[in-house]
């Protein structure tokens, strides 16, 4: 992609900064785990953030040794669960996550996925009763073996917004990403 993804242009934002933006209203204890160019990122954020950085020095072993430093975290917290946000997957907004929530605290579910179409996205939340799972899960596997464990637990939210599939890992993916963002942001108004 040329520069980290957390630092690219989404908007007025970078797609970091608009993640932690969608989440600043819905979750109240929200981590951000840097791996790869972690100084860079971290100069880039607010000086007096109201998340927590942690930082992964073992990210090449990959996304699941970035969420068990999170969950490591987490497990000290009072918190129910954890809303996997994944920063290559920015097009996320408010009210994916509020269904995704309302989902979780109506059925319990130990995993609770967004659905467009019928097609899995993100961002994923693990209920705190799997993240013993998730942090003795073989790191090759990544979550999705703690997925598999509970494919019949596994709640869906089909919702309407199309952004939670977007995957954007190549650059293609990231003009088309710019594409639909201008046409959603024409009013003037980000899509939170």
């Known amino acids: 992609m040329g520069s980290d993804k957390a630092l690219l242009p989404l908007g007025r934002e970078t797609f970091l900064e608009h993640l932690l ?3 600043r209203r819905e979750v109240p204890v929200r981590v951000v785990v840097l791996g790869h160019h972690a100084a860079e990122i971290q100069a880039r954020l607010s000086p007096a953030p109201d998340f927590t950085i942690l930082n992964n020095p073992q990210y090449p072993l990959g996304q699941l040794s970035s969420l068990q430093v ?4 987490l497990e000290k917290q009072p918190v129910e669960g954890a809303l996997v ?12 996550v ?3 929530l309302e ?3 109506s059925t319990g579910a130990p995993v609770v996925i967004p659905t467009h179409r019928g097609r899995r996205g993100h961002p994923v939340l693990f209920a705190r009763s799997v993240f013993g799972e998730l942090l003795e ?10 997925v598999r464990n509970h494919t019949g637990e596994i709640e869906l939210v089909e919702v309407g917004w199309e952004g939670i599939l977007w995957d954007i ?4 993916d990231y003009h088309r990403l ?15």
Request: aromatic share 6%.
């Open 21 to 23: 933006e969608v989440l």
């Open 70 to 73: 999170a969950l490591r975290h």
């Open 85 to 96: 946000c994944l920063v290559d997957h920015p097009a996320i907004n408010r009210s994916v």
């Open 98 to 100: 509020r269904m995704i």
């Open 103 to 105: 989902k979780f605290r």
């Open 137 to 146: 899960a073989p790191l090759e596997e990544g979550a999705r073996r703690v």
């Open 169 to 172: 890992d190549q650059p293609a």
């Open 178 to 192: 710019l594409e639909e963002w201008k046409r959603l942001t024409a009013g003037g108004e980000t899509p939170y």
